[in-house]
């Protein structure tokens, strides 16, 4: 969805930055069109973060709200919008800038690599660069695994199975906010239905807890050690455990869901009324 | 060390390390100097102990120096910032050097990139003095400070050259910082309108009360007190010790203050990118907001502060 609206990037980055601000920023796109060689366009993406300000974005009337909610969300200043128009504009202008944007990530410092990852989704064609998104998961550094994992729809929609799992186990490991990682029921998947029973019961082994969040995608796969786990979820004593045992059973489409959720009547109703649902369990 | 600490936590001093290698340096280096009152750091591109063969080796290095290694630091409350230049032993490596010259430009503009350094002479060879100009022309270009490193050997004489190097290229002075003084070099960078910056070293070369000396004698402008810890042994704490001990040697408040804190952010926010906001009035550090595990912090008590305590 967000992608649709990826030319508002346009208008946006206009009415944020000061006109001299913008005037550079426009100068700087032209001189990388003009000339050979990339350096302008490894100086020029470096040079935003002190030719434009870190200042707050604005919005014109007609803006997509998504499309700003998701800027807001992720926090872009004046600076950032900079950075993901220039490269927006280079890689619509011609599809040789794919090789120098790939340069660009490779020697990209934290705040660079991170509102590459962020504004992913609004570059063309942004499956060219999955390599940059698989590589974030890996790293040591939290910012930048949260770049690409949290409100971002770029796993969701481009992540194969294996990587999406590698994120969500990341994820929860690190102890992220679960709840912040998006599209966690379309993606739902056995294997990592499979890995979370396992970490859960690791975890449980070593007497520590886990966040009640991480058990969502476990609807519709409900089978084998998951009963008794949800079991375990249902009888402890922890009531965000309860909800979440009673939300996965909700929204299965399984006949053991139901079968389960008929044990815990007054859950039952608590889902059904929407008084316990996944955006306020932990609340 | 508990004295001193004492001293200076009531003291409330504040410090800056514009010189150390932290690449080669464990945490509990970080936690040390976290507790001591570093508040800010200056990591010079330098040789690692060998010598790197590949272009590679030096845009990986160049990238955790703007990556990784702020980030460790930020896990103690310790603000990093990076000098990016080619070195002077490996400025000797002619074919690699013209491809740093290349890559340099992609790095300096970066926002943690204070300068361009640690450049100079090491054994003041042909090779050297090509590289150590081309960069000064870079410095030029782009108006950026410059850390200077002096020889170990042949020093006076190599300290004087780096400056009327400098000069030639119509560098302002001011925007120089001539590094590894002693007491033979100090008074010709002062008089040069330099930057004179002092390296603390465990044993030999210039000591700590050596330096309580040379801020008695030529006071403390324009002078600078750093570490410059690395892989061989050194004190990551030189900075802080360095204060205590003029402390209690009698020098002024004001003088510490200005060869351990002021002089080096003075300098050093010439740049534009070192703002005395990037760890003065930000919330305490908590630790637990950071990952565990897969992180530094492996399992140890998060050291929090929910409001500082002076």
Not at chain 1, 185 to 205: F, G, P
Not at chain 2, 113 to 127: F, H, N, P, R, S
Not at chain 2, 234 to 252: C, E, I, N
Request: aromatic content about 10%.
């Amino acid at each position: 969805m967000l992608e649709e609206y990826a030319y508002q990037l346009d208008a946006i980055t206009k009415h944020s930055l000061d006109e001299e601000e913008f005037l550079w920023l426009a100068n700087t796109l032209k001189d990388i069109a003009n000339n050979a060689g990339d350096q302008r366009l490894y100086i020029g993406y470096s040079l935003c973060a002190s030719k434009v300000a870190p200042n707050k974005l604005r919005f014109g009337t007609d803006t997509n709200k998504e499309v700003k909610d998701y800027l807001l969300v992720q926090e872009f200043m004046g600076s950032d919008i900079a950075r993901l128009w220039l490269l927006r504009m280079v890689l619509l202008n011609d599809s040789r800038f794919e090789t120098p944007v790939r340069k660009i990530i490779e020697v990209a410092d934290r705040n660079e690599l991170e509102v590459f990852l962020k504004g992913l989704v609004f570059l063309p064609e942004p499956n060219r660069f999955q390599f940059a998104a698989v590589e974030a998961l890996r790293t040591n550094i939290s910012t930048v695994f949260e770049a690409i994992s949290k409100y971002n729809p770029y796993p969701a929609k481009y992540f194969s199975e294996q990587q999406w799992n590698q994120m969500y186990l990341k994820g929860a490991f690190m102890q992220l906010d679960l709840s912040t990682i998006m599209d966690i029921d379309q993606r739902a998947n056995k294997n990592l239905v499979r890995i979370i029973s396992d970490y859960a019961r690791e975890r449980w082994a070593a007497s520590r807890s886990i966040d009640p969040y991480f058990w969502r995608p476990v609807s519709n796969f409900i089978e084998g050690n998951l009963v008794d786990d949800v079991r375990r979820l249902f009888n402890s004593d922890d009531l965000t455990e309860n909800g979440a045992a009673a939300l996965v059973c909700y929204h299965s489409d399984l006949t053991i869901g139901d079968e389960l959720l008929k044990e815990y009547p007054t859950l039952k109703l608590q889902v059904e009324q929407a008084d316990i649902t996944w955006e306020n369990l932990k609340n | 060390m508990g004295k001193f600490k004492k001293l200076t936590m009531e003291e409330k001093l504040r410090f800056i390390d514009p010189h150390i290698h932290m690449t080669s340096r464990t945490t509990d280096d970080y936690e040390a100097m976290a507790e001591a009152g570093i508040v800010a750091i200056i990591e010079p591109s330098f040789w690692l102990g060998q010598p790197r063969t590949q272009i590679g080796s030096f845009q990986d290095y160049f990238s955790s120096l703007v990556g990784w290694e702020p980030f460790r630091a930020s896990q103690f409350g310790i603000k990093h910032y990076c000098t990016i230049g080619l070195n002077s032993k490996e400025a000797n490596n002619e074919p690699l050097a013209e491809q740093v010259m290349e890559l340099l430009p992609l790095y300096l503009h970066k926002q943690g990139v204070v300068a361009i350094g640690e450049i100079g002479y090491d054994d003041q060879t042909k090779a050297e003095d090509k590289y150590f100009r081309a960069q000064l022309e870079l410095a030029k270009e782009y108006n950026m400070l410059v850390q200077v490193h002096t020889p170990h050997r042949d020093k006076k004489a190599g300290t004087i050259k780096s400056m009327e190097v400098c000069l030639e290229h119509g560098l302002d002075p001011s925007m120089v910082i001539i590094d590894h003084n002693n007491e033979e070099t100090v008074q010709e960078v002062l008089d040069r309108g330099f930057i004179a910056a002092f390296t603390i070293y465990p044993k030999t070369k210039m000591g700590n009360e050596r330096m309580v000396q040379v801020v008695k004698s030529f006071g403390s402008t324009n002078i600078i007190v750093d570490s410059s810890a690395d892989w061989g042994v050194s004190d990551p704490l030189a900075v802080p010790k360095t204060a205590g001990l003029m402390l209690r040697s009698g020098v002024a408040r004001q003088d510490v203050v200005k060869t351990c804190y002021q002089n080096a952010f003075d300098v050093f926010s010439r740049s534009g990118k070192m703002k005395e906001e990037h760890w003065l009035n930000t919330k305490g550090i908590d630790q637990r907001k950071l990952f565990n595990d897969n992180s530094v912090l492996r399992g140890q008590q998060p050291k929090v502060e929910s409001d500082k305590i002076v």
